[in-house]
């Protein structure tokens, strides 16, 4: 790869990125130490797509080591990580930047984690998974404040394309497929002929099956986090990756699925409500996931327990009733239920609220009453909460009054 420097609006783009100071800093550094350091990725992409920039990503061509130290210095930082492949992540007031060597990496088998050594900046740029990913801007050294863009980068951009930068990217790193749908669908951008055929090459060798359940499931929590991941989810069925994974016939539940719960859910027990969801605990996919096999078959158990209870639970008229046919489920189920079962949502939430409702006693003032620890002490409590829950009784008084009549059946 030849490297040809473009005019680039330095100033405007340190600003914009809101690290200005940092970055000129970390430029000054980079002269006095003689290295040549770059600001690579998502900065350069996101300043041309004027989005904001969430991460400062450097690379330094050459020893990083004695660079990381004295930036971290100047910033009143700390070098908080560091890797075995000269990686470090300086943290300092009031932010943190990712600093790598320049490498270069060879990958020993498909979907297997590359093997990486030191390399120039080009040879960075080339292990990136992207064009528009694929830019870098000199803080010091020969690019000193030009834009590298070998692959096109800008143009891919302004045509809103997300091309790969050789056929064998996706088949190196299956990993990257899913990343295409995020940046697709984050940017609203389209995939280039060669990532199609890229994406043909992955297929004809399976690689998707060749990465390891964790980096799947990385790779799935990635997809949660981006702010529509139900269009991702649905954008990666259109590439076949669900079907490559054995999963069936995406539901057209789905994106309601995932929309209902985004508000409360941590994007774990999304992911184990949508894997539920999308498969009905199908062993297999379980498996691939990284679930063990008790924990797919728990899930199938409950799943089907729940179904054979939502005739009485959408019948049930007390809040007590439906709150005790549903407090053995676990969450993940019962969101997989209430994507498939539109009049299940509203249980669902009422539910989660009322999980939230205590009574006003507790065990200790029962025990003040002279009711010892035991059966008749749970029973009286199960009884005060399902009169809080129905409305029954709602001071403490009244719940002191109920005590008393229950005490009297007894
Ligand atoms: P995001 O906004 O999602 O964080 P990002 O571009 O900052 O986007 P990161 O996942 O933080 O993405 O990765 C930083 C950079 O590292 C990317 O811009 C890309 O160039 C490169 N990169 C990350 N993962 C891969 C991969 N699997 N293959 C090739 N390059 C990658």
């Not at 199960?382 to 009169?387: E, I, S, T, V």
């Not at 403490?396 to 719940?399: F, I, L, S, Y």
């Given at each position: 790869i030849t490297l040809?420097?473009?005019?680039?609006?330095?100033?405007?783009?340190i600003v914009f990125t809101g690290w200005a100071e940092?970055?000129?800093?970390?430029?000054e550094i980079a002269e006095e130490l003689k290295l040549a350091v770059y600001v690579v990725g998502g900065p350069v992409r996101d300043f041309f797509l004027e989005k904001p920039v969430k991460d400062l990503d450097l690379v330094v061509e050459g020893e990083a080591e004695e660079y990381a130290r004295a930036l971290s210095r100047a910033l009143s930082g700390e070098i908080k990580a560091r890797s075995p492949f000269l990686t470090y992540k300086i943290v300092f007031p009031g932010g943190e930047l990712d600093l790598v060597t320049a490498r270069k990496e060879v990958y020993p088998r498909p979907a297997a984690l590359p093997k990486v050594s030191p390399g120039s900046i080009s040879e960075d740029l080339y292990r990136r998974d992207f064009t528009i990913n694929a830019m870098a801007v000199g803080l010091s050294g020969p690019f000193k404040e030009k834009l590298l863009d070998p692959f096109g980068g800008l143009f891919d951009l302004e045509s809103g394309l997300i091309r790969v930068l050789h056929m064998n990217s996706f088949v190196d790193d299956p990993t990257r497929i899913f990343r295409a749908a995020r940046y697709a669908v984050r940017f609203e951008f389209d995939l280039a002929k060669e990532t199609i055929g890229a994406l043909g090459r992955a297929w004809t060798q399976d690689a998707l099956n060749l990465l390891t359940s964790a980096r799947i499931r990385g790779e799935l929590l990635r997809v949660l986090s981006e702010r529509a991941p139900e269009r991702v989810i649905l954008c990666l069925e259109s590439l076949g990756v669900l079907q490559a994974l054995g999963l069936p016939e995406p539901p057209a539940f789905l994106e309601k699925s995932l929309k209902i719960m985004n508000e409360k859910t941590s994007a774990k027990v999304l992911l184990k409500g949508l894997i539920l969801s999308l498969t009905r605990a199908e062993a297999?996919?379980?498996q691939k996931l990284g679930l063990s096999e008790k924990e797919a078959l728990e899930f199938q158990g409950e799943w089907l327990k729940l179904q054979e209870l939502?005739?009485?639970?959408l019948a049930a008229t007390k809040p007590s009733q439906r709150f005790r046919l549903l407090s053995g489920f676990s969450l993940p189920v019962l969101i997989a239920t209430a994507s498939v079962e539109k009049d299940f949502g509203e249980r669902l939430k009422e539910f989660l609220a009322l999980k939230e409702v205590k009574p006003h006693l507790t065990g200790e003032d029962l025990k003040v009453l002279g009711i010892p620890p035991g059966p008749q002490m749970r029973k009286i409590l199960?009884?005060?909460?399902?009169?809080r829950l129905d409305g029954k009784v709602s001071s403490?008084?009244?719940?002191l009054a109920l005590v008393g009549r229950l005490l009297k059946k007894c």
């Open positions: 040809e420097a473009k005019t680039f609006p330095f100033k405007r783009f940092t970055l000129s800093r970390a430029a297999a996919l379980s939502l005739p009485n639970i199960q009884n005060l909460l399902y009169a403490r008084e009244e719940e």
